[in-house]
């Protein structure tokens, strides 16, 4: 009987019905008045489509379909927004609708077991983001200020630069340790010596995070990987798992050192005023120990590459255009001289290195497709559905190339952020931070530093 069957069903047949079923499950399941966009395989989705840059695959796509475009992976709806209008209308006109983020189990989720800033939504994100304004503000000046810790970090730099006796030399390991010794200090009142063990360790499992970064999927959440036995399946994963469990450990370390150590007249870095906000919140607060090692390693893999790829891009950009070069230099040695380092405060005088500082933003795009949103209930956005909880994809890339806002945009010219009289302009289309509600905590520690010079 069971022969008869599969004599009767062939291969090609059997394989064709399946396949029709499934496409027919698909397309019954697509939400009705979805933005249109590209169709993927079941299951995987648009996934294997994607590609090594995502960013300019989706670009090209909104060619075709046009800003707001959907596609899904492993059966989540995922929309692209491809231009400055749409993006503001999603993140500032309708920005509470947008303020959540993805919370499936994807690779970041794994990374901080759901306990980081950026993992954050509702009123956990609001009380941590609260919190590190208030604590990034309050180190303003004086000991703990962040402005004396980076000048500090810079001498070093300097001093590194001295060494080299003005020969060739490729500053990007220099520009690495420093950005890492800037959050060590921040988060842990370090200043490391580049030998030390401790620096040496903490630098290297950023290294070690970053090489292994590519070879995963990173964003793309995955509804059953949390029950698949990736240990025995996959070698990034074991490399990933030792890598966390290590920056974990130094993290507990740390954290030791700080609470046997720790006098609440004398604050000395963030962790301090975790612990200090710790013992005095109420229960109902959700600051703890776990968290508090999960916005660590929050700060050494936001806070370390994304600056010295940044420093590093500007680096190369001056030397391919020495007269930009001069004209910054001549007018940090009108405005700050030689005598001093420069201070944050020193920018309002200085409208021609600023300009230069947002057109290196603009050009060298190190996020670009920025943080992800998500909308915690169904919405819509000009006509479409987007279905609830949806992964929302800002493309900064684009908005930071498009000809509307930038003629000639692969041309590096500082002057697109100075009107007639030398002076800063604000740009219709400039968000290296994006916009809205989810704003980046290092440009409000920028805007503090306007109020702080308001008030002198
Ligand atoms: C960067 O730090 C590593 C690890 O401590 C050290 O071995 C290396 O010499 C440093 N490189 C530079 C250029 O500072
Ligand atoms: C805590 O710091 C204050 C001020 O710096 C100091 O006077 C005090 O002795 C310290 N307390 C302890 C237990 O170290």
Known sequence: MLTYILNWISLPVLLITTAAGLLIVYYLERPKNLAPGPIGFPLVGYLP?????????????????????????????????????????AYLEHGDMFAGRPQDFSFFWWLTDGLGIVQSEGKIWQEHRRFALKTLRDFGFGKLSLEGRVLEIAK????????????????????????????????????????????????????????????INAFIPRPFARYVPWSLLSKDYRDFAAVKKEFYEMMDEFIKEHQETFNET????????????????????????????????????????????????????MTLHREIQDRVYKEI????????????????????????????QRFANISPLSIFHCNPVETTLRGYTIPKRSVILANLWNVHRDPIHWPNPDKFDPLRF???????????????????????????????????????
């Open 418 to 456: 100075l009107d007639q009289d030398g002076k800063v302009i604000k740009r219709e289309g400039f968000i290296p931070f994006s916009v809205g509600k989810c704003i980046y905590i290092s440009q409000k520690k920028k805007s503090n530093h306007q109020k702080y010079q308001r008030i002198e």
């Open 333 to 360: 040695v009108e405005v700050v001289g030689k005598e001093r380092f420069p201070s944050m405060v020193d920018r309002y005088n200085m409208p021609y290195t600023e300009a230069t500082l947002m057109e290196l």
């Open 49 to 89: 489509f994607l590609g090594p840059q995502p960013h300019v695959t989706l670009f090209n796509l909104a060619k075709r379909y046009g800003d707001i475009l959907s596609f899904t992976v492993w059966g989540k709806t995922f929309i692209h927004l491809n231009s400055y209008s749409v993006i503001l209308d």
């Open 156 to 215: 070093d730099i300097l001093n590194a630069l001295k060494q080299t006796y003005e020969t060739p030399y490729d500053m990007s390991n220099l520009l690495a340790n420093s950005t890492t010794n800037v959050i060590c200090s921040l988060m842990f009142d370090k200043h490391y010596n580049y030998q030390d063990p401790e620096f040496l360790k903490a630098r290297s499992l950023t290294q070690r995070f970053f090489l292994l970064l590519p070879g």
């Open 266 to 317: 004398c604050l000395r870095d963030y962790t301090d005023v975790y612990l200090d906000t710790m013992r005095k919140a109420d229960s109902s607060e959700s600051f703890s120990l776990e968290r508090l090692k999960a916005i660590g390693l929050n700060m050494f893999l936001a806070g370390t590459e994304t600056t010295s790829n940044t420093l590093y891009w500007g680096m190369k950009l």
